[in-house]
């Protein structure tokens, strides 16, 4: 393997709230999910001029719904009336729903439970929930926790689409899968339209379709892992794939010195304790993508490359070595050439011209 990324990347492009368009691009912008959302669209020469205010009326609507099923901040989602339902019989869900959970749990028996959805309780415990703050578990609480946690205690179908529980004491979180599913919807439904050439992300989940404005491959800034600043040093040049990263830098807390990622691994029940700092995920699925960069996350650098290895995933690691980073990627494979063009920044993030 040789060495190449150094830095993980993060796809910025200009943070606006509102949709601008020129004769090149339409963008879109807005919040979803507890996170922003930024799509550019590049009229395809067989197209009308893009309604503006009709495609983002659009794709609100899309993530709108994928919202009212899976987040756990709206007490009248499905997820939040399964979380809430303590019996053991088939809950109907709807066949996006579905879908997403049997994905998961499909990750999950891959990766021998290194992901697993039904972590709600321990993310609560640790303080990443929706409605908790920051705090410190006893074992006891933690051994506690466990016994409710688990991807074998929970069975999906997907005709009729329902989910069920296997200890009424579970509860699930989509949040390590659900922006790369609405990634995407919101592919699929431009797809559906005729778009060819098109960029969409939803909190750093990623899917490049075609090419630019300027007809050439879509760019994704590379960014260095640190707790503070946003630092974008290298770009990628990405095209027709979808492009997901986890980190241990972005959502944490302090105690006693120590410091607690928001990334738990599901057989222990704590944060994980490992030198991988960053892991990046690509694959035809934004979705997948989403769900195994957490799960590489958990499994750490040696487990994490035996994986990849035999999965054939691509995968770009960036891993502590003391005081500095070395990184590790299989990612040549995919034929994803790299640039050396830097990124300004505007307004506070990075925009890429």
Same mark, same amino acid.
């Given at each position: 393997?040789?060495?190449?990324?150094?830095?993980?990347?993060?796809? &910025?492009?200009?943070?606006?709230?509102?949709?601008?368009?020129?004769?090149?691009?339409?963008?879109?912008?807005?919040?979803?999910?507890?996170?922003?959302?930024?799509?550019?669209?590049?009229?395809?020469?067989?197209?009308?001029?893009?309604?503006?205010?009709?495609?983002?009326?659009?794709?609100?609507?899309?993530?709108?719904?994928?919202?009212?099923?899976?987040?756990?901040?709206?007490?009248?989602?499905?997820?939040?009336?399964?979380?809430? +339902?303590?019996? =053991?019989?088939?809950?109907?869900?709807?066949?996006?729903?579905?879908?997403?959970?049997?994905?998961?749990?499909?990750?999950?028996?891959?990766?021998?439970?290194?992901?697993?959805? =039904?972590? #709600?309780?321990?993310?609560?415990?640790?303080?990443?929930?929706?409605?908790?703050?920051?705090?410190?578990?006893?074992?006891?609480?933690?051994k506690s926790v466990l016994k409710n946690t688990g991807h074998e205690l929970l069975e999906v179908r997907t005709s009729p689409?329902?989910?069920?529980?296997?200890?009424?004491?579970?509860?699930?979180?989509?949040?390590?899968?659900?922006?790369?599913?609405?990634?995407?919807?919101? =592919?699929?439904?431009?797809?559906?339209?005729? +778009?060819?050439?098109?960029?969409?992300?939803?909190?750093?989940?990623?899917?490049?379709?075609?090419?630019?404005?300027?007809?050439?491959?879509?760019?994704?800034?590379?960014?260095?892992?640190?707790?503070?600043?946003?630092?974008?040093?290298?770009?990628?040049?990405?095209?027709?794939?979808?492009?997901?990263?986890?980190?241990? +830098?972005?959502? +944490?807390?302090?105690?006693?010195?120590?410091?607690?990622?928001?990334?738990?691994?599901?057989?222990?029940?704590?944060?994980?304790? %490992?030198? &991988?700092? #960053?892991?990046?995920?690509? %694959?035809?699925? =934004?979705?997948?993508?989403?769900?195994?960069?957490?799960?590489?996350?958990?499994?750490?650098?040696?487990?994490?490359?035996?994986?990849?290895?035999?999965n054939k995933l691509r995968v770009g690691m960036i891993i502590r070595k003391g005081e500095s980073y070395e990184a590790w990627?299989?990612?040549?494979?995919?034929?994803?050439?790299?640039?050396?063009?830097?990124?300004?920044?505007?307004?506070?993030?990075?925009?890429?011209?």
């Amino acid at each position: 393997m040789r060495k190449a990324i150094n830095l993980i990347f993060f796809f &910025l492009i200009a943070l606006t709230f509102i949709a601008c368009s020129d004769n090149n691009k339409t963008e879109l912008s807005g919040r979803t999910m507890g996170t922003q959302y930024h799509i550019s669209v590049i009229p395809s020469s067989n197209k009308k001029p893009i309604n503006q205010p009709a495609l983002k009326k659009e794709i609100d609507a899309l993530l709108v719904e994928v919202n009212r099923q899976m987040s756990t901040y709206d007490p009248n989602s499905e997820i939040s009336q399964f979380n809430q +339902y303590q019996q =053991t019989d088939w809950f109907n869900v709807s066949k996006d729903f579905a879908l997403v959970v049997s994905s998961a749990q499909s990750v999950s028996k891959d990766t021998q439970g290194a992901f697993d959805i =039904t972590v #709600a309780r321990l993310i609560d415990l640790w303080g990443f929930g929706a409605k908790t703050k920051f705090k410190l578990p006893t074992e006891q609480q933690i051994k506690s926790v466990l016994k409710n946690t688990g991807h074998e205690l929970l069975e999906v179908r997907t005709s009729p689409p329902a989910i069920r529980k296997l200890n009424k004491n579970i509860r699930i979180d989509l949040s390590a899968i659900a922006k790369g599913f609405a990634v995407d919807k919101i =592919t699929e439904y431009l797809n559906g339209e005729g +778009y060819l050439d098109y960029s969409v992300e939803i909190g750093g989940e990623v899917r490049n379709q075609g090419f630019n404005s300027k007809g050439k491959p879509w760019k994704i800034g590379v960014e260095k892992p640190q707790y503070s600043d946003w630092i974008i040093n290298e770009v990628l040049l990405s095209s027709n794939l979808a492009v997901a990263t986890s980190g241990d +830098y972005r959502n +944490y807390f302090i105690k006693d010195g120590v410091r607690y990622s928001h990334t738990i691994n599901p057989m222990t029940g704590k944060p994980v304790r %490992h030198n &991988l700092a #960053a892991v990046t995920v690509l %694959h035809e699925s =934004t979705m997948m993508a989403d769900a195994y960069a957490t799960a590489l996350m958990v499994l750490g650098e040696r487990q994490g490359k035996a994986f990849s290895e035999h999965n054939k995933l691509r995968v770009g690691m960036i891993i502590r070595k003391g005081e500095s980073y070395e990184a590790w990627e299989n990612i040549n494979k995919t034929k994803i050439p790299q640039s050396l063009q830097r990124c300004v920044k505007v307004g506070g993030c990075a925009y890429i011209e």
